[in-house]
């Protein structure tokens, strides 16, 4: 869960049509089922809709942002940047959400 601090335009799309969310602060929170797979994850509920304690929530502020990533002519990561297994992948995304790796699913289309 977080609090919002601003919507700005997304760097990371040409078109210039697509916003970004910034959180100023996050807490974790356990609650099943909240998230019901929807294409975007961000989803706006009062915390009582959600059946959470507004006083048992721990807030955290939110780390500095990362500068976009440097992209050559065809919109791939620069040649340094080493490619990375699904299973590595799963693990790292796991360790951010707090989840187990089997609980990501990963999809590749093209």
Do not use: C, H, Q
């Amino acid at each position: 869960m977080g609090k919002v601090r601003d919507v700005v335009r997304s760097p990371f799309d040409e078109r210039k049509d697509r916003y970004l969310i910034e959180f100023s602060e996050y807490a974790r929170i356990n609650v099943p089922d909240v998230w019901k797979g929807d294409r975007n994850p961000v989803k706006y509920a009062t915390i009582d809709g959600l059946g959470i304690d507004a006083a048992e929530l721990k807030w955290e502020p939110m780390p500095p942002a990362l500068p976009p990533p440097t992209n050559d002519s065809r919109g791939l990561a620069p040649t340094t940047v080493t490619a990375l297994t699904l299973a590595d992948a799963k693990k790292r995304l796991a360790l951010t959400f707090g989840v187990p790796p089997d609980a990501i699913e990963i999809t590749i289309r093209g």
